[in-house]
C-alpha cells in the first residue's frame, strides 16, 4: 500500500510538471527585437558648380579672304532644390569678297544668343523653371529678340552617365525688327511694316546626354514653339554637339545648330544653321 501511495504522488508530481511546461508563455521570455531593417539613406548630395568657356574660330587667306571667332560661356550652380543656370554665346565674322569694287571687309556674320533660367526641384525627377533668352542677329532681321518662359520639366531617366528629360511650358516672345521700320519685300515703296512684334506660344522641349565613356558626350536639344494665335507659325531650333576629352579639363567640341522659323521676319529667309568646332576648358 505504500508503494501505491508513493507511485501516486510521483505520478501527481510528473502531471502537474507537465501542465506547467506546457501552459501557454511557461518559462518563456519575449525574443529580443532585432534592429536589422535598411535604415533610409540620407539624400544624394546633387550640389554642383561648372564654369565652361568655349573658343573657336576660322582664318583664310588668298582668293578666299575672310575670318570668324565664336565664343560662350555655360556656368551652372545647384544647391539643395535650387539651380541657376547661365549660357553665353557670340559669333562674329568678316569676309572680303572677291567681285566688288570695294577692297575692304565686310561683315558675314554677327549674332549674339544668351539665356539665365532658375529651377525649383519639386524631386530629383522634376522641376519648375523659369528662364529669360536674348538673340541679336541683324542677318536674320532681328536687332532683339526676348523670350520669358515658364514651366515644368520631368526627367524621364536619369542615371550616372545618361539622362533623357522633357519640358513643357509657356513662351512670350517680343521682336524688335532691323531695320526698323520694317521695308515691305512684296511693296518696298510702299508703307513700311510694324517695327515689332510680340508672340504668344506653347513651348515643349525634349533633351538627351549620353556620356558614352570619359573622354566621349553626346548632347542633344530640340524645342518647339507654337503660336498659340497663328498655327502656321512654328519655331524649331535643334542643337546637337559631341565633346571629346584632349587632356585634363580641356575638350573639344563639334556642334551643330538649328533655327527653323516657318514665319521668319519679313524678307528674311526660315532656316539657320551654324556648325562649329570649338574647344572648350572647364574652370569649375
Not at 571687309?105 to 532658375?118: E, Q, S
Request: charged share 20%.
Amino acid at each position: 500500500m505504500r508503494i501505491l501511495a508513493s507511485t501516486r504522488v510521483v505520478i501527481a508530481s510528473l502531471l502537474a510538471l507537465g501542465a506547467v511546461a506546457l501552459a501557454p508563455g511557461a518559462f518563456a521570455q519575449d525574443a529580443p527585437v532585432q534592429h536589422s531593417e535598411d535604415f533610409a539613406e540620407p539624400p544624394a548630395n546633387n550640389d554642383e558648380t561648372v564654369l565652361d568657356v568655349s573658343l573657336g574660330g576660322i582664318l583664310s587667306t588668298g582668293n578666299t579672304q575672310s575670318w570668324g571667332l565664336n565664343a560662350g560661356d555655360r556656368f551652372r550652380l545647384v544647391r539643395c532644390s535650387h539651380a541657376f543656370e547661365e549660357t553665353f554665346a557670340i559669333a562674329y565674322g568678316q569676309a572680303n569678297l572677291p567681285d566688288d569694287a570695294v577692297d575692304e571687309f565686310k561683315d558675314t556674320v554677327r549674332n549674339i544668343n544668351a539665356k539665365l533660367r532658375y529651377d525649383f526641384f519639386l524631386t530629383e525627377m522634376d522641376s519648375l523653371f523659369l528662364a529669360a533668352v536674348y538673340r541679336w542677329d541683324t542677318f536674320a532681321g532681328l536687332d532683339t529678340r526676348l523670350q520669358g518662359q515658364v514651366g515644368y520639366m520631368r526627367n524621364i531617366f536619369l542615371e550616372e552617365a545618361h539622362r533623357g528629360w522633357a519640358e513643357l511650358g509657356y513662351d512670350i516672345t517680343y521682336d524688335n525688327y532691323d531695320p526698323d521700320p520694317l521695308p515691305d519685300p512684296a511693296n518696298p515703296a510702299g508703307p513700311p511694316l510694324d517695327g515689332d512684334a510680340v508672340v504668344h506660344s506653347i513651348r515643349g522641349f525634349v533633351g538627351y546626354d549620353n556620356h558614352i565613356n570619359e573622354n566621349l558626350t553626346y548632347l542633344m536639344g530640340f524645342e518647339g514653339l507654337f503660336n498659340v494665335e497663328d498655327a502656321a507659325d512654328i519655331r524649331l531650333n535643334w542643337d546637337n554637339a559631341l565633346r571629346t576629352m584632349l587632356v585634363g579639363r580641356l575638350q573639344m567640341e563639334a556642334k551643330f545648330s538649328l533655327k527653323w522659323d516657318n514665319v521668319p521676319v519679313p524678307g528674311a529667309k526660315p532656316l539657320d544653321t551654324v556648325t562649329q568646332l570649338n574647344l572648350i576648358y572647364s574652370f569649375l
